[in-house]
Nanobody, 124 residues
Framework: QVQLVESGGGLVQAGGSLRLSCAASGRPFGNYNWGWFRQAPGKVREFVSFISWNADLIGYVDSMKGRIAISRDNAKNTVYLQMNSLKPDDTAVYYC?????????????????WGQGTQVTVSS
């Protein structure tokens, strides 16, 4: 059974940092591409970042560029999202997702597997 489990969320003050992790189990994920998405209260889920299986493709949402960094450890079947200089507008549930598709990685429709999400709350 494939399972993605996010961790690392929490409450942080504006300007603070968090490192989200997403651990996959159930099969080898070394050839999978990963994405992070978020959903704020009352809003649709939106793309945050993606990384290809060999890290040759990386993308970030414009609103967070320069403040976030995605990375992966294939040996651990884990992907990370380092978030710095957090703002109250970053408050959301953050989800990780995985797919074998290499195109349209900004679209949630490209992903086959999803985690349950981790809450990030940034206070002002």
């Amino acid at each position: 059974q494939v399972q993605l489990v996010e961790s690392g969320g929490g409450l942080v003050q504006a300007g603070g940092s968090l490192r989200l992790s997403c651990a996959a189990s159930g099969r080898p994920f070394g050839n999978y591409n990963w994405g992070w998405f978020r959903q704020a209260p009352g809003k649709v889920r939106e793309f945050v970042s993606f990384i290809s299986w060999n890290a040759d493709l990386i993308g970030y949402v414009d609103s967070m560029k320069g403040r976030i960094a995605i990375s992966r450890d294939n040996a651990k079947n884990t992907v990370y999202l380092q978030m710095n200089s957090l703002k109250p507008d970053d408050t959301a549930v953050y989800y990780c997702a995985a797919t074998l598709i290499r195109q349209l990685l900004q679209s949630e429709k490209s992903y086959d597997y999803w985690g349950q999400g981790t809450q990030v709350t940034v206070s002002s």
